[in-house]
């Protein structure tokens, strides 16, 4: 070798070489559903490793997603509701005669997360992400290690993947299924193409082409299939934004790069019409869903039939790469910030919308690494495990107890729209959006678990087994934090008794979780009793 050479050699960087960690369980997917799974895995004694893709942990709870989903609240029991017993006592609730705190600002969440992580004695390992090609390995039905994106090698003897994308079980082979089935396949009256879709819908006649006979951006040209079928149509993203009304912590919406007012013309027109049918115009919280959390804040969703909700946008994101999604995850935010700032700035808006706006900003104190914007794509719905049990609208509806239950859901069945169209009727109607009752039901076990001939030691407590109208009410995160202590407690079992997570004691199982304070039975409070009452007598 000569002098120049060598050199050059003693000039690379030093790389350092892959790490190779063992673990009884390895929790991949630092989202409420996760951090359960892991602390919940901790605590039954299991040497547990929880990897997080990017730095945040809570995934939407602590993104964004401040006002929960609660539906029935009495179903919500174990360490989901020490979550918000804890944000009670970060907010001294007590001094008012309340423990729970049901909302929160998202550092608070994200706060609590992490104490509940260091104090079960997780092992947490932040930017590790999948490999995107390759990063699972098996012998036969057995996950037996993982590859992150720096090379590091995760061994375990069970792992759960708690992403909202379920990218471990795609990479381990298990069947999964996105988009929304036909009504036949599980005999759901809900399924496939919406044909009434009352909610967030115009309900005014807008014409949904320019002055130029061509149509209005935002508008998809597709001709639907017919009402009930099948197709790949991905519920509605957004981003969960977090508004201050206080000045000194209130971050003014910014022009963002490439926008153009353009885009928001059928959001123009719709104020316009709105202003003229009603006499006055608009108010904020009739195009925006605005719902105040503590110290001046709000949390920000879609509201209506032109929001914050980026249709048609999600399409394809189940099985996009990561630079794809990363694209997506940008095409989002592009869209979110434009209309926001459409909405403060826009002079076809009309003034007092506009000065209503302006009373807010992005928080200051919110997501600081993220210029004040959420570090969470609000992912409604992704991948969904085909595994040993898919749970179909009959569990929400008629069939609500189950021989394994782990818990309890009670939220509406609800669906995002998946697509703006030119109705038959020739103006522009929005499609997909799913908004119906259901009864407080128990969630069987077995929707975690791959078909045992797949794998044998994972499981699923957030991408699980559900068609797209089970998946729409089960999908809040009260639940995926239900079912992250049910996969953890699970975990422990299939490790000690040395089965296959489908084989373990499902009666050991419901027996933990119910001493663990996990709800079996919904039983109403005196307080929602009175309220039915009162509801039956007027």
């Known amino acids: 070798m000569t002098a120049k050479a060598l050199c050059a050699l ?7 070489p892959a790490a190779s960690h063992q673990f009884d369980v390895v929790v991949y997917g630092g989202t409420a559903g996760g951090v359960m799974a892991a602390v919940s895995a901790a605590r039954e004694g299991l040497h547990t490793a929880l990897l997080e893709p990017e730095l945040h942990l809570g995934g939407m709870v602590s993104g964004g997603l401040s006002w929960t989903d609660t539906g029935k609240k009495e179903v919500i029991g174990g360490y989901a509701l020490e979550f918000y017993l804890r944000v009670g006592r970060h907010y001294q609730l007590s001094r008012y005669g309340q423990e729970i705190g049901w909302i929160h600002e998202p550092h608070v969440a ?28 098996k012998s036969g039905a057995q996950v ?3 590859v992150v994106e720096n090379g590091d090698l995760f061994r375990a003897r069970l792992f759960i993947d708690s992403t909202y994308e379920g990218d471990l079980m ?6 999964y299924t996105y988009g929304r089935e036909g009504r036949e396949q599980y005999g759901e009256t809900l399924a496939g193409v919406r044909d009434r879709t009352p909610f967030h819908q115009f309900l005014l006649d807008i014409s949904p082409y320019g002055s130029d006979g061509k149509l209005l951006p935002e508008i998809s040209t597709r001709r639907l299939p017919e009402p009930g079928a099948a197709d790949r149509a991905v519920q509605s993203y957004n981003y969960r934004m977090c508004f201050s009304e206080v000045p000194e912590n209130r971050v003014p919406f910014a022009r963002p790069a490439g926008y153009d007012a353009a885009r928001y013309a059928l959001f123009a027109r719709l104020l316009e019409a709105r202003t003229k049918a009603e006499g006055r115009a608009p108010a904020l919280n009739s195009v925006i869903k605005l719902d105040r959390i503590p110290n001046g804040k709000a949390d920000i969703n879609n509201q209506g039939a032109f929001s914050t909700d980026y249709i048609g946008g999600s399409w394809g994101y189940p099985e996009a790469g990561y630079a794809r999604r990363a694209n997506m995850w940008q095409e989002h935010k592009n869209y ?8 403060a700035n826009d002079p076809q808006v009309p003034e007092s919308l506009r000065q209503e706006m302006n009373r807010w900003g992005l928080c200051r104190d919110e997501f600081t690494d993220t210029d004040h914007w959420p570090h969470q794509l609000y992912i409604r719905e992704a991948r969904r495990m085909v595994g040993e049990y898919v749970m179909v609208q009959q569990d929400l509806q008629t069939e609500l107890t189950k021989p394994d239950p782990i818990g309890m859901g009670s939220y509406n069945s609800d669906s995002h729209n998946v697509e703006r169209i030119v109705g038959a009727d020739g103006f522009v109607r929005n499609e997909g959006d799913m908004q119906v009752a259901v009864k407080p039901y128990q969630i069987p076990y077995r929707i975690m678990l791959p078909k045992r001939a797949e794998v044998t030691n994972l499981l699923v407590p957030v991408a699980f087994s559900a068609s797209h109208v089970a998946y729409s009410s089960v999908r809040m995160e009260p639940q995926y934090m239900i079912l992250g202590q049910a996969a953890g407690v699970a975990a422990g079992l299939a490790i000690r008794g040395g089965t296959p997570v489908q084989g373990i004691a499902v009666a050991a199982l419901v027996e933990k979780l ?23 007598r007027k």
């Open 10 to 16: 003693l000039a690379l960087p030093l790389l350092s």
């Open 110 to 137: 994200e706060e609590i997360f992490r104490a509940m992580v260091r104090d079960a004695g997780v092992e947490l390992f932040e930017q590790s992400r999948l490999r995107e090609h390759d990063g699972v390995r």
């Open 514 to 536: 119910k001493a663990q304070g996990v709800v079996m039975e919904y039983a109403p409070s005196a307080q929602a009793r009175a309220n039915q009452l009162f509801q039956q």
């Open 144 to 146: 037996n290690e993982i």
């Open 336 to 343: 979110d910030q434009g209309f926001f700032y459409f909405l």
């Open 170 to 175: 795609a990479q381990a082979g298990v069947r």
